[in-house]
């Protein structure tokens, strides 16, 4: 890698920030300059104008269907619903009295696995941001407090993570490993999560670690762990996990996509994107079977992105980062 | 051309990244080729004889340097499981992967850029919050799902396009287009949220620059101004994320092309690792990050050459 990296580009907003040092340094006798400067490109700001600071319905009505979402996938075993491996039914049963959301081809209650299945998801969707912002996050902060060679060699190395598309690295994971365990499909995921995620919270630390208080504190004599965990890291932390909640939803839809392929937990553990795939064949005469599911996890994805994007908006953290 | 040069070998260092690093991980992992072909034998014998027979015995930098030198020369082995070489299958399927790409950045382009310069004209309007509510909303529908709800609307009730397969374009050109329609509709659908919002804030920042103020102060109708003064300088990002999302998304069709049943770069992956069968996926990575890199590059000329001030600033957010 050549010294001063400036990314290949691999997004847009990044493009070219490794020359950021000397260039902050060069803008920034104080950070009123930087400020200003961000302020003049920050979209937000005008949008500001328009929309009150304010987190508003859309996002209290979000949070409540995530809740319900969530406490229901929780509670799962000690509700009274019907066993999601056997089936309790006829098979093949439009949405009625008894079972609410139907039954699928063998006769099983869509109901009760549609929330067992949530049980996957956001295991899946959490576990995995988590893993990313364990890994990514250190990466990043690291990256963006050191700079030069340690962000040249670390952010080189979230570019080549970067070019692999994905989804196909996720896919090969799962895949070859051949035990497509909830482990794994986290594993997977969560590497897949660490690149976007460490170029993120290097964006902010160097925002951050150019303002008077890291200054002050290392001419205080702190050291530069002190000053990572305890200047730095608190500031990036709000911003990053606003983001993450829009992490989550993206690793939602990721493992729907790998139960989609067949790849995810196997059956007959239920999941969202397995039972849209079961479905699949039956989608002519009895399309609850795959719309359900898939009405269940666009709810849950859409008040997952209305929640972290009203949150990020509150915060006031600049748009299209991630 | 410092530049050009700095960041031709960072591109060169990063694709030979990618590719020992696929190499090393599509080896690493269990289970391989052999034991795959061996499925229905399933003795050890047949496995050791079939390794040694695909030269997977041998240690992995030697075969990784191997397979470097015939990459090079654009042999990029053949396929264990029907044995058709790989660079010719990606030559018969990168075509339609790029048609599909290209169709569906039309597709979202069309819807929104118009939906942007009328979302901006009113920022804070009525149609401003019900369009951008909106393709917030579809931005939440996860490819499959959208795909799976196209299907069953437009192919299964109404019939109207074919569910599966398409007509290749050397045949019929129209029939081409309309048979694609609904897989590129279902990529193009979250794209159109994203362009729809670059372009929105753009614009809004635009229109509070002192020249659009004088131009109207001139006379000219807010319609004229929106579109011949505000409209150009705007687009500056949204060019970037487009090709950006090119690069992106020629490894990001494969959902699309499983459902579809269309046999692009992405099927063609998706089948092998299924397969187990890892030279193809090797080619299939290695012309994925090939793409995506080579725009990344492009992207990043474009900005040096345009504009270095915003390059600079654009850095900072």
Redesign the interface.
């Known amino acids: ?2 010294e001063r ?2 990314d ?10 490794g ?2 040092a000397s ?2 340094s060069q803008i920034a006798d104080g950070d009123v300059a ?1 400020l200003d ?2 302020q003049d ?4 700001q ?2 500001g104008a ?2 009150k600071k304010r987190l508003g319905f ?1 996002f209290w009505l979000a949070s409540t269907w995530f809740f319900l979402v969530l406490v229901l996938a929780i509670l799962a075993p000690l509700l009274p619903l019907k066993d999601p491996l056997l089936p309790v039914g006829r098979p093949r049963q439009s949405p009625n009295i008894e079972f609410w959301f139907g039954t699928d081809s063998i006769g099983r209650d869509i109901f009760s696995r549609v929330i067992w299945g949530g049980r996957v998801s956001l295991v899946v969707g959490f576990a995995s941001i988590l893993l990313g912002l364990a890994v990514g996050g250190t990466i990043g902060i690291v990256a963006g407090y050191y700079k030069r060679r340690t962000e040249a060699f670390l952010m ?2 979230m ?2 993570l ?7 690295l996720a ?3 799962v ?4 035990d497509n365990s909830i482990t794994n499909v986290v594993l997977a995921i969560g590497i897949v999560s660490i690149a976007p995620i460490a170029r993120l919270v290097r ?1 902010s630390t160097l ?1 951050f670690s150019q303002r008077e208080f890291v200054t002050a504190a290392r001419s205080l004599g702190a050291s530069n762990g002190r000053i990572i965990t305890r200047e730095i890291l608190p500031n990036v932390l709000l911003p990053v996990l606003s983001f993450s909640i829009i992490g989550v ?1 993206v690793a939602i ?1 990721a493992e ?2 790998l139960a ?2 067949g790849l995810s937990v196997p059956p007959p553990t239920p999941t969202w ?1 397995g039972m ?1 795939n079961d479905g ?1 064949a039956q ?2 005469n009895h ?1 609850y079977m ?2 359900i599911p ?1 009405f269940i ?2 709810l849950t ?2 008040s997952l ?2 929640a972290g ?1 009203r949150i990020r908006e509150y915060f006031d953290i ?4 991630l | 051309m410092r530049f050009v040069r700095k960041k031709l070998i960072q591109l060169a260092i990063v694709l030979f990244a990618v590719t020992f690093l696929s190499f090393l991980m599509l080896n690493l992992l269990p289970g391989d080729t052999a034991e795959r072909l061996c499925a229905g034998a399933g003795t050890d014998e047949c496995v050791s004889e079939k390794r040694a027979e695909l030269g997977l015995d041998r240690p992995i930098p030697i075969r990784y340097a191997e397979w470097l030198g015939n990459a090079v020369t654009g042999d990029l082995g053949t396929s264990a499981r029907n044995q058709q070489p790989v660079w010719e299958a990606i030559q018969q399927r990168l075509p339609l992967t790029l048609e599909l790409l290209l169709y569906s950045q039309f597709l979202a382009l069309i819807v929104a850029v118009p939906m942007g310069l009328l979302a901006a004209q009113r920022a804070g309007g009525l149609y401003d919050r019900i369009s951008t509510s909106t393709l917030f909303g579809l931005l939440s529908v996860p490819n499959f799902m959208l795909a799976l709800i196209l299907l069953l609307v437009f192919s299964k009730r109404l019939g109207w396009f074919p569910a599966v397969g398409y007509t290749p374009f050397t045949e019929n050109p129209l029939e081409n287009l309309w048979s694609l329609f609904l897989p590129a509709l279902t990529l193009a659908v979250a794209e159109m949220a994203v362009y729809m919002r670059l372009l929105r804030t753009d614009l809004i920042a635009t229109l509070q620059e002192d020249y659009i103020t004088m131009a109207k102060a001139k006379g000219m109708s807010s319609g004229r101004v929106l579109l011949r003064h505000a409209f150009r300088p705007s687009t500056f990002s949204l060019v970037t994320v487009i090709g950006l999302n090119f690069g992106r998304l020629i490894g990001g069709t494969l959902i699309v092309e499983v459902i579809f049943a269309l046999n692009g770069i992405g099927k063609y992956t998706v089948d092998s690792i299924l397969g187990q069968d890892y030279i193809p996926v090797q080619g299939a990575v290695l012309v994925i990050a090939i793409g995506y890199v080579l725009v990344n590059f492009a992207v990043d000329l474009f900005y040096a050459v345009l504009d270095p001030r915003i390059r600079h600033a654009r850095a900072l957010i």
């Not at chain 1, 490109?41 to 937000?44: Q, V």
């Not at chain 1, 895949?175 to 051949?178: I, P, R």
């Open positions: 890698m050549p990296s400036s290949p580009g691999s997004s847009s907003f990044f493009a070219g920030s020359d950021m260039e902050i930087v400067l961000l490109l920050d979209p937000g005008v949008d328009v929309a859309g080189g190395s570019d080549v970067l070019a692999f598309p994905a989804l196909l896919l090969v994971i895949s070859f490993t051949g964006a925002v939803a839809v729907g996509g989609f392929l994107g849209i699949r989608l002519d399309p795959s719309l898939c996890m666009f994805v859409l992105n209305l994007d600049k748009e299209g980062a």
